[in-house]
């Protein structure tokens, strides 16, 4: 089975700056997704960036970008000049390419809370 | 262009009743997959329904029912509910069977007396 691990159960920066969460993962499968969700108190999951393990290029979605290290089963998401809105939970999720009907799987989450 | 959602937004049973959530898929999307998320943890994968059928089970207890419609909207059921039920449950919606990313409604609170 997989498994997702965030080793950082709570995060703390300043606005504007940057701060990276990190996420790491057990598989043994070659072909599969990675996705980051962000979660605000209002519980909405939200889709911030997504990753196919087939892809070498690092995903990046205007100030959020991740480091996938396939080898080293690691994807971290970077997020840049942090704004008082990116407070939330985040989570790390896998999906398996395997056949179509796989959930995901979620880490723990890591709170990540904005300094003003 | 609605997105998912669900209804109610809140609940609250005692132990031993029956339970049902609902959902609507964000439109386009045919697949919808359940999740319970306890407090403080992530969310857990409960099943996923594609052309009526359940095509995947995570490990839960077959307490846990669920059902999907020709509109492709969908119910999970829960009976002889336990306190550990307590828990915020999502449904997540995605365009193409297993393939496409899914995209999640804000949630149903059921909280167990």
């Known amino acids: 089975a997989q498994t997702v691990t965030q080793s950082q159960p709570e995060m703390s920066v300043q606005e504007a700056e940057t701060v990276t969460l990190s996420c790491t993962y057990d598989t043994s499968e070659s072909d599969y997704y990675l996705f980051w969700y962000k979660q605000p108190p209002s519980r909405q999951m939200i889709l911030v960036i997504r990753q196919e393990a087939y892809k070498q290029q690092n995903a990046t979605e205007n100030r959020f970008s991740v480091n996938f290290q396939k080898a080293a089963k690691s994807f971290s998401l970077k997020i840049s000049d942090s704004q008082l809105g990116d407070a939330a939970m985040y989570f790390c999720?896998?999906?398996?390419?395997?056949?179509?009907?796989?959930?995901?799987?979620f880490g723990k989450g890591t709170h990540l809370i904005i300094q003003p | 262009d609605a997105g998912v959602t669900q209804s109610p937004t809140h609940l609250i049973k005692t132990r031993g009743q029956q339970v049902t959530l609902r959902c609507s898929p964000k439109?386009?999307?045919?697949?919808v997959s359940w999740y319970q998320q306890a407090l403080g943890q992530g969310p857990q994968f409960i099943f996923q329904y594609y052309e009526e059928e359940e095509r995947q089970r995570g490990n839960f207890p077959d307490r846990f029912s669920g059902h999907q419609f020709p509109n492709y909207s969908s119910e999970l059921n829960v009976n002889a509910l336990l306190l550990g039920d307590s828990a915020l449950y999502l449904c997540a919606s995605s365009e193409v069977w297993g393939t496409d990313t899914q995209y999640f409604g804000p949630g149903t609170r059921l909280t167990v007396l």
């Open positions: 439109s386009g999307h045919d697949t």
């Open positions: 999720a896998y999906r398996g390419e395997g056949g179509g009907a796989d959930g995901l799987t």
